[in-house]
């Protein structure tokens, strides 16, 4: 059976089937992005304690609930579920709860997307979403395959002088044939448009 | 690929055109007059191992941008000197920026550029009228003129002395290019 390894500590922990989601409709998460989250845990293990308020006899999880959903799914999946670290937080009521758990969410600080990609500057970035910043999840090898669709131009310094002859559909019916015979010239280029 | 949607389309292909044609030098600097979120050179300089300092521009203020405002009236004021790179992912055809900039400099510079042609094919007189075409010939027959506007680009970018040009065309109307722009011998 598949094991998850443990890479954080705590004084506590629980049974996730002890933990109850707080925060309703509050976060959606995809397929796909619970996906992601079980990749992360498969590749770097459970690094992070659940935040819980314990409230009577509920362990209301304050951070953790994507965490939650992937850990729920992989148990489906066959994985072995051993008990996760926790980090009990202290609220007097649900109010208060709710509160704590917003702010947990909240940015306090300025980052820019040049900063972010910066700070992961020769890190591998799959599973990694942040709001607004667009990985490029290729190597530079990869990348310089990109090289073959370029195409190269030689440029000549342009000298060209452009003649517009402008008439009646009639008088070029008259006139086709000396036209034609023009646009054969040497170093004549002829287009014709109907405008 | 874990990625959040921004306004960039082609973003990896351009990212491999910079990426793929920055100077040999170490450390450069470049100047992005559409800098928008900063995806394009944030991601570049996460790939590369130059150290590169980017300089943006953008009209509309974001949260990693240098300098809010016309791209056009900041190169006009500026000098362009420090920098070994201007990127110009204008949103149709760059020629107002790149006549600017190529008047201006006095040292070599790589200039990455997006050429995107619109549905109505409308390109600047200027740049028609600098390679022979008068507004009349324009506005008489805007059919003829609306078809190759790329090339017609690159016809003008041919007086400015630029003598080869790398670019990409993953979509009809879109172009990703480079070229290597000298400083002019007689300016007018």
Request: glycine share 6%; net charge neutral; charged share 25%.
């Amino acid at each position: 059976m598949n094991k998850i390894e443990i890479k954080c500590t705590s004084a506590s922990t629980i049974n996730i089937d002890n933990i109850e989601p707080f925060q309703g409709t509050l976060k959606k998460r995809t397929k796909e992005q619970i996906n992601q989250i079980i990749k992360s845990i498969e590749k770097f293990g459970f690094s992070f304690p659940f935040f819980i308020w314990k409230n009577e006899n509920h362990n209301w999880c304050l951070d953790g609930h994507g965490r939650l959903l992937a850990l729920k799914e992989m148990k489906k999946q066959g994985y072995d579920l051993p008990d996760f670290p926790v980090s009990f937080i202290e609220a007097k009521d649900e109010n208060e709860a709710k509160q704590k758990l917003l702010r947990q969410n909240s940015f306090f600080g300025m980052t820019s997307i040049d900063d972010v990609l910066d700070f992961c500057k020769d890190i591998e970035v799959s599973e990694i979403n942040i709001p607004g910043v667009e990985f490029i999840n290729k190597t530079k090898a990869q990348l310089e395959e990109e090289k073959k669709n370029e195409i190269e131009k030689i440029l000549v310094p342009y000298k060209k002088v452009h003649i517009l002859l402008s008439m009646s559909p009639d008088t070029f019916i008259e006139n086709e044939n000396i036209i034609k015979n023009i646009s054969r010239l040497e170093g004549i280029e002829y287009v014709q448009s109907e405008n | 690929m874990s990625s959040q949607k921004t306004n960039n389309s082609f973003l990896v292909e351009k990212i491999a055109l910079r990426l793929n044609n920055l100077p040999e030098k170490q450390k450069i600097k470049v100047l992005d007059l559409f800098h928008g979120n900063g995806c394009i050179w944030g991601n570049i300089k996460r790939l590369s191992e130059k150290i590169i300092d980017v300089s943006g521009i953008d009209i509309k203020e974001y949260a990693s941008f240098s300098l809010t405002g016309d791209n056009m009236k900041v190169i006009q004021s500026i000098s362009l000197e420090p920098y070994d790179i201007i990127d110009v992912d204008a949103y149709g055809c760059p020629y107002e920026q790149i006549k600017i900039i190529s008047q201006k400099i006095k040292s070599e510079k790589i200039i990455f550029y997006t050429f995107i042609q619109s549905m109505m094919g409308s390109l600047p007189f200027d740049m028609f009228s600098d390679i022979g075409f008068s507004n009349e010939m324009v506005k008489k027959t805007p059919v003829l003129f609306s078809k190759n506007g790329h090339d017609k680009f690159l016809d003008w970018i041919s007086l400015l002395g630029v003598k080869q040009v790398r670019f990409i065309n993953p979509t009809g109307r879109k172009f990703y290019g480079c070229f290597v722009l000298c400083p002019r011998r007689n300016t007018k």
